[in-house]
């Protein structure tokens, strides 16, 4: 049995997705999220799932399958990167975590989570995943939901040098700038090719930050924009290597501007690009990054084999295949 929590979520929907697609873990999916009285219901609508379970039910669910859950995936979290409740932060993203390492840890069980790439802040440190107490003590996380991640990567650090008992496998994926179907969701929060589209699609300019850096131009602020196939790969590739532990990032390696992937969504319509741009806000300017890039060797090292799709073939697919469809649920 293989719990996800957050798994009618964005990333979480579409390892759902490909678990169900596999002979070997198709009939054994249990998710654990809210759906509310939106559409989030429809990033899992295609999908057998062997049960639902609201968050609160979730330990009293373990318990009750002990010796059954062999692994869980916990992408469930509050993402808003804007939200400024830092209890409510707290409670969902580090005390839940906790929870579920310590169960795990008690069970056999293996435990793959979901850091981030916000627990670099500005990245002044760098994007190093290193995992020792140590190596995370120096980064300077720039709003509550990066510190509550980078706050269990720092517990996890601290009991794995300790020698505290651990989940038969552990890993946590520090994401980066993600992309892909299912997300609609999340309204505000949804990647940025989610919301050019429906503007390329009107035939009006995409609307960017303009630059307050020096060092950057209008449109020339740098992600590492990562195909949510990608991934998906990743943690299907950890769920088939159990001697693999570790904190990894999981982006491309490779940094593209804001500006190349607003033209990467028109081209994929088939139009000519256009951007305006607006001033960043201030509520968010001091606290805005500038450049972010995943250095990739600490999972190639670990033995990942897979290669990570291009940025013009990822927004293709997303667009082609899912935003400008009928159907643009995974």
């Not at 906790?98 to 760098?126: F, P």
């Not at 651990?166 to 993600?178: I, M, S, T």
């Amino acid at each position: 049995m293989i719990v996800v929590t957050g798994g009618a979520g964005f990333i979480g929907s579409n390892l759902v997705a490909a678990l169900s697609e596999r002979e070997d873990t198709a009939r054994d999916i249990v998710v654990c999220d809210t759906l509310g009285s939106g559409e989030k219901w429809r990033n899992i609508a295609k999908r057998e799932l062997a049960d639902l379970i609201p968050p609160e039910d979730l330990f009293a669910f373990l318990d009750a399958h002990k010796g059954l859950v062999r692994t869980v995936f916990h992408l469930g979290a509050s993402s808003s990167t804007t939200e400024r409740d830092a209890d409510f932060i707290v409670k969902q993203n580090f005390r839940t975590s906790v929870d579920l390492w310590k169960w795990c840890a008690e069970n056999d069980a293996s435990l793959i989570y979901a850091s981030s790439a916000a627990t670099y802040g500005d990245g002044a440190e760098g994007f190093d995943d290193d995992a020792s107490i140590d190596g995370l003590s120096g980064l300077q996380p720039l709003n509550p939901y990066g510190w509550s991640k980078h706050l269990f990567d720092r517990r996890v650090a601290r009991l794995i040098a300790e020698g505290r008992k651990a989940p038969r496998q552990w890993a946590g994926l520090k994401f980066f700038n993600v992309y892909g179907p299912n997300e609609a969701h999340k309204g505000g929060q949804q990647s940025v090719v989610a919301q050019i589209y429906p503007r390329a699609a009107a035939d009006l300019p995409a609307i960017l930050f303009r630059s307050h850096h020096p060092d950057y131009e209008d449109g020339g602020q740098l992600r590492d924009f990562v195909w949510v196939g990608d991934c998906v790969d990743v943690m299907l590739w950890l769920h088939d290597s159990p001697n693999v532990s570790g904190l990894f990032n999981l982006g491309t390696g490779q940094a593209r501007s804001f500006a190349d992937l607003a033209r990467a969504v028109y081209v994929a319509l088939g139009k000519d690009p256009r951007i305006d741009f607006v001033d960043t806000p201030v509520e968010i300017r001091d606290r805005y990054q500038y450049f972010t890039q995943a250095n990739m060797d600490k999972l190639r090292t670990a033995g990942y084999p897979g290669q990570f799709t291009s940025l013009e073939e990822g927004v293709r697919r997303y667009v082609q295949g899912f935003l400008d469809t009928e159907d643009p649920y995974r």
